[in-house]
C-alpha cells in the first residue's frame, strides 16, 4: 500500500510540473474569520520570482501572529494595500495550475481580502502540494482516517531539501513548496538519496535491481573449485618432500 501510494504520488507530481504552473504562498494576520494577507509570494517553475511584497492589512499584525513570521506592523507601515498588488496577481494566476501548501487556507485567506476590498476573487485552478504529500507518506490519520498532514518544514528536513531563505515567510515556503513537489516527482524506488552541493540539488541513483550484488556466502561451485586446488597443492608438496625419506 505505502510504495502504491508513493507511486501514485509521483504521477501526479509529475503530471502537475508538466502544466503550466505557479507557486503561491502567503502570510497573514491571523486564522480568523476577518484575517488578511500581509505577504505574497509567487514563483513559476524555474523560481524566478513573478511577485513578492509585503502588505499593508486594514487590521493590526497581532504579537502571536508576529512571533511566527516575525512580519511587525511597522514592517508593513509603508507597504502596499492588498488593492495595489491585486492587479498583479490576478494577471500572474489567470490561466496557470496554482499550486500551494495547504490550499484551503490560502485560498481562503485571499477570498477574506479580496472581500475586504470589494474585489472579485479570481477564479483558479489550483492543486493542494501539502495533500499530495500526506499521499506520498501514506501514514493514516487514527482519528479521520485520513492521510496525516504534515509541516512544510518538516517534509523539507525530513527529506534533507535545501532551500535558502526564513521559514515562514512567503518567498521562502514558496520555494520549499516548489522543490518539494520536485522531490515527489522523482521519488521513485531507484532514485534515493540526496546529495546536496551548495544550492543545487543532485540525485544519486542507485544500482539496477537486476545487477549481481556481493556476497559473503560462497556458492557450491566454488567451494568445490577451492577444494580441489588445495589436493592439488597438497601432493605436490607432498612430490616435493618425499625424496628426502
Avoid at 501572529?65 to 494566476?93: C, F, G, M
Amino acid at each position: 500500500m505505502g510504495m502504491r501510494n508513493r507511486q501514485q504520488a509521483q504521477l501526479i507530481a509529475e503530471q502537475i510540473l508538466k502544466e503550466d504552473i505557479v507557486i503561491l504562498d502567503t502570510e497573514t494576520t491571523g486564522l480568523k474569520s476577518d484575517d488578511e494577507i500581509i505577504e505574497i509570494s509567487i514563483i513559476n517553475a524555474d523560481g524566478n520570482v513573478l511577485l513578492d511584497t509585503l502588505i499593508k492589512p486594514q487590521k493590526k499584525i497581532p504579537p502571536d501572529a508576529t512571533r511566527i513570521h516575525r512580519i511587525t506592523n511597522e514592517d508593513v507601515q509603508h507597504k502596499p494595500l492588498w488593492s495595489d498588488v491585486y492587479k498583479k496577481y490576478r494577471e500572474i494566476v489567470e490561466g496557470k495550475t496554482v499550486v500551494i501548501y495547504n490550499k484551503s487556507y490560502d485560498t481562503k485567506i485571499i477570498r477574506q481580502t479580496c472581500k475586504k476590498y470589494e474585489l472579485p476573487t479570481p477564479r483558479i485552478k489550483s492543486e493542494c502540494a501539502m495533500l499530495l504529500y500526506a499521499k506520498y507518506e501514506g501514514i493514516i490519520n487514527k482519528r479521520t482516517c485520513e492521510y496525516k498532514w504534515h509541516k512544510l518544514t518538516d517534509a523539507i528536513y525530513k527529506n534533507n531539501i535545501q532551500v535558502t531563505g526564513e521559514a515562514h515567510r512567503a518567498l521562502t515556503d514558496a520555494r520549499m513548496t516548489l522543490e518539494l513537489l520536485k522531490f515527489m516527482a522523482c521519488a521513485e524506488v531507484n532514485v534515493s538519496p540526496r546529495v546536496h552541493m551548495n544550492d543545487s540539488v543532485h540525485y544519486k541513483k542507485n544500482k539496477p535491481s537486476n545487477s549481481i550484488q556481493p556476497t559473503k556466502k560462497k556458492s557450491n561451485f566454488q567451494k568445490i573449485i577451492l577444494k580441489f586446488f588445495v589436493v592439488v597443492i597438497f601432493f605436490l608438496m607432498l612430490n616435493m618432500i618425499w625424496p628426502l625419506f
